[in-house]
């Protein structure tokens, strides 16, 4: 997972959604992006096997603003945030679960 880290902490409120104890990942998703349901399951099993990880989806049609502010171009892309909501780590595409388990090592 790879990318450049763009705008500031982000929080519950923002999001829609608590953050992870110990870090979060969201996923920006389309309604008929298929790469983004592969997404989904990825992200929701690491957030499993992960103690302290949450994964929050957001549906970027509906959070224009937030996917303007955050510069995000298309979907699947997934943030990585620390526990300060901070982003640690950005790609766009479909992640594998090692680069994602691989990125929450640099968020905790």
């Known amino acids: 997972m790879d990318g ?3 705008g500031g902490p ?3 409120a923002r999001l829609g959604a608590e953050l992870g104890e110990r870090a979060t990942l969201v996923q920006f998703s389309s309604a008929f992006c298929q790469p983004c349901r ?3 399951r990825t992200l929701a099993e690491v ?7 949450a994964h929050v989806e957001i549906d970027a049609e509906a959070r224009l603003g937030l996917v ?5 171009s298309r979907t699947p892309t997934v943030l990585v945030l620390d526990a300060g ?6 790609a766009a595409g479909q992640p594998r679960t ?11």
């Open 38 to 40: 592969a997404t989904r």
């Open 68 to 72: 303007r502010e955050l510069g995000i």
């Open 98 to 108: 090692a680069d994602v388990v691989a990125a929450l090592g640099r968020a905790m």
């Open 4 to 6: 450049q880290v763009q």
């Open 47 to 53: 957030a499993r096997m992960v103690e302290g990880v």
């Open 85 to 90: 909501g901070r982003i640690v780590r950005r």
């Open 10 to 12: 982000l929080d519950a």
